[in-house]
Every structure is written in structure tokens, then in C-alpha cells.
């Protein structure tokens, strides 16, 4: 996806769009395990997904750190 506004394309909101449709299916499909999460942590299910997205983006990023490193070697 682009940074600017003026620069999005029908491309990028066809991404977007795409993007948004997996994770509405993700959500619908964890609805449950996210609500029993938060109960168990006293917290509300807004902080526990961003928490679930928080570990999973960083868990990414380690898996994509140690790639490029194999990758250079």
C-alpha cells in the first residue's frame, strides 16, 4: 500500500478491502476464545486483541529477522 492519500490506487483499497474481510473472518471465527481471554485477564476484549495483534506482529517480525540472517549467510 502507498503512504499518501493522493497516491492510493484502486489496488491499494482492493488490499484493503481484502485485508479487512480476513480479519473480520479471523475475528468472527476467535470470538469466543477472545471473550474468554479477556475475562480471565480482567481487561477488555479491545486491549486483548490489540495485545493478540501486538504478539503476533512481533513474533512475526523475529521469524522475518532470523530469515534475512539465513538469507545473508
Same mark, same amino acid.
Given at each position: 500500500?502507498?503512504?499518501?492519500? @493522493? &497516491?492510493?490506487?484502486?489496488? +491499494?483499497?482492493?488490499?484493503? &478491502?481484502?485485508?479487512? +474481510?480476513?480479519?473480520? #473472518?479471523?475475528? !468472527?471465527? #476467535?470470538? +469466543?476464545? %477472545?471473550? $474468554? %481471554? /479477556?475475562?480471565?485477564? %480482567? *481487561? @477488555? *476484549? +479491545?486491549?486483548?486483541?490489540? @495485545?493478540?495483534? /501486538? !504478539?503476533?506482529?512481533? @513474533?512475526?517480525? $523475529?521469524?522475518? *529477522? %532470523?530469515?534475512? *540472517? $539465513?538469507? !545473508?549467510?
Amino acid at each position: 500500500m502507498t503512504t499518501t492519500f @493522493s &497516491k492510493v490506487t484502486d489496488g +491499494d483499497f482492493l488490499s484493503f &478491502k481484502e485485508c479487512l +474481510d480476513t480479519f473480520m #473472518n479471523w475475528y !468472527r471465527t #476467535n470470538a +469466543d476464545r %477472545i471473550r $474468554a %481471554i /479477556s475475562e480471565a485477564w %480482567i *481487561e @477488555s *476484549e +479491545d486491549d486483548t486483541l490489540t @495485545s493478540i495483534l /501486538s !504478539r503476533g506482529l512481533s @513474533s512475526l517480525q $523475529a521469524q522475518t *529477522e %532470523i530469515m534475512l *540472517e $539465513a538469507d !545473508r549467510e
